[in-house]
């Protein structure tokens, strides 16, 4: 009998989820089923983050765990990880069978087909990346997908993996990225998001650029709200901006990774803008679009970050007052050019300024959530929330989680007019009105 069952498990950011999806798509076409109970499954699949050393620590030590229940079991390592250290995982963790990078998941899914035995490393890109359709996995009366619009990356921040996991940029088509946007809306899809490393950057491969693909998406009357993530600010270019006075149908969000408030470390960084630059766009964003949402990445404890340099990314995140900010410590990451800088920031010290941007933050979300409570919006509801019974979640025009309390039925999928009541630190409640 084909051993057939596999769980699948997946770290990392929106582009690894995706990507899961994806692959979910593959293996079921050639007859294989996800199983949510690992013992049941032939293959357990782990799809790997190596953006830090610790979402590469919970990968492994996750499947590690798995292994005295080998019997019978082939364990999969996929993604960033196995990219980024190839066939020196099989020296590390005898008990890994196969490995693929995240540009290989056709050649995955036949060499599961066969699988009999053996160490297997697949590392060759399959020719058919982006030469023909693959849309995620799409649950029943689910109605949001990404769309991925560019793979890789080529911008080479001095901390950053994925130029080295993920390869050089590459544009999908606009008639690949169609014809998927038409599957997903037979599939019942209503809310897309575009994803890439730095959608800015797509199309310049190809001859085609972002601002008209956003148009032409926006043009499909099935699709009601759509996203994009995420932007680089040496990208970012005026036709963009204007479009979010243009489009009514695209959220008013923008995540722009600030990543340090000091343009000492932003050079180190090779991040190409300056704090000037940055606020620039900031100001112009908001002028465009007054109650837009903007979400950013920091990085502390970078190579040479003073406590000067930090105050300065203190300063900076106080004044622009991000809706949303996630904050990391900085980890350094083989093959990148900062891996070369001595990581001199203490650990410790790293762990303040963490914490110290973290409860900044959570004043400024709090905040700018509250300053929400009386408007009235054309919310997007989503799904039932598991939160509370009778709870729908959905997402304002700015892209925030809101949160609605209602006795009416069958509402997912639809626009609807909601008054924000209250504003939490992560979420916001609304009743329909
Ligand atoms: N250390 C810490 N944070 C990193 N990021 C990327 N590489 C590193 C690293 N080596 C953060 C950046 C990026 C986000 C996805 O992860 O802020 O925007
Ligand atoms: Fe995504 Fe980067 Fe992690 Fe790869 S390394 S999964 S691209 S966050």
């Given at each position: 009998m084909m051993r057939n069952r596999y769980y699948i498990k997946t770290y990392g950011c929106q582009m690894n989820f995706y990507d899961s999806e994806r692959l979910k798509t593959l293996l079921n076409k050639e007859g294989f089923s996800e199983v949510k109970d690992l013992e049941t499954a032939d293959f357990i699949i782990v799809n790997t983050c190596s953006v830090r050393k610790h979402a590469e620590d919970r990968a492994i030590s996750f499947l590690e765990s798995l292994k005295s229940s080998k019997n019978k079991k082939v364990f999969c390592l996929?993604?960033?990880?196995?990219?980024?250290?190839?066939?020196?995982i099989f020296e590390r963790f005898d008990f890994i069978d196969i490995i693929c990078g995240p540009n290989s998941?056709?050649?995955?899914?036949?060499t599961l087909k066969e699988y009999s035995g053996g160490k297997i490393g697949l590392f060759e890109e399959d020719e058919?990346?982006?030469?023909?359709?693959?849309?995620?996995?799409?649950?029943?009366?689910?109605?949001?997908?990404?769309?991925?619009?560019?793979?890789?990356?080529?911008?080479?921040?001095?901390?950053?993996v994925?130029?080295?996991?993920?390869?050089?940029?590459?544009s999908k088509p606009i008639n690949i990225i169609i014809e998927e946007i038409k599957i997903l809306i037979d599939k019942g899809v209503k809310e897309i998001?575009?994803?890439?490393?730095?959608v800015n950057e797509y199309g310049k491969d190809i001859g085609e650029n972002f601002i008209d693909l956003l148009i032409r998406i926006h043009d499909f009357d099935e699709i009601l709200r759509i996203g994009f993530l995420t932007s680089h600010p040496k990208d970012i270019s005026d036709d963009l901006i204007n479009l979010f006075k243009k489009l009514p149908k695209l959220y008013k969000h923008l995540h722009l990774p600030l990543q340090s408030g000091s343009d000492k470390i932003l050079k180190l960084m090779n991040r190409k803008y300056t704090i000037d630059q940055y606020l620039k766009i900031i100001e112009k964003v908001k002028k465009v679009s007054p109650n837009i949402s903007i979400t950013s990445d920091v990085i502390v404890g970078f190579p040479y970050e003073e406590d000067v340099d930090f105050e300065k990314t203190y300063k900076v995140?106080?004044?622009?007052?991000?809706?949303?900010?996630?904050?990391?410590?900085y980890s350094p990451r083989p093959k990148t050019v900062a891996n070369e800088y001595p990581?001199?920031?203490?650990?410790?010290?790293?762990?303040?300024?963490?914490?110290?941007?973290?409860?900044?933050?959570e004043k400024i979300s709090l905040m700018r959530n509250m300053k929400m409570v009386g408007e009235i919006d054309n919310v997007f509801i989503r799904k039932k929330s598991i939160k509370k019974e009778g709870t729908y979640i959905g997402r304002t025009f700015n892209n925030k989680p809101v949160l609605i309390e209602t006795d009416i039925k069958d509402i997912e999928g639809k626009v609807?007019?909601?008054?924000?009541?209250k504003g939490e630190r992560h979420y916001l409640w609304g009743e329909i009105i």
């Open positions: 996929v993604g960033c990880t196995p990219s980024l250290y190839k066939e020196e998941y056709k050649k995955f899914v036949n058919i990346l982006y030469q023909e359709t693959l849309v995620p996995y799409i649950e029943k009366g689910k109605i949001t997908s990404f769309v991925s619009i560019t793979k890789g990356c080529e911008n080479f921040c001095s901390y950053c994925v130029p080295y996991t993920r390869g050089k940029l590459i998001f575009l994803i890439g490393q730095n995140i106080e004044e622009i007052k991000f809706d949303d900010l996630y904050v990391f410590k990581d001199n920031v203490l650990k410790e010290e790293k762990e303040r300024r963490h914490q110290l941007i973290l409860n900044l933050q609807l007019k909601v008054k924000i009541i």
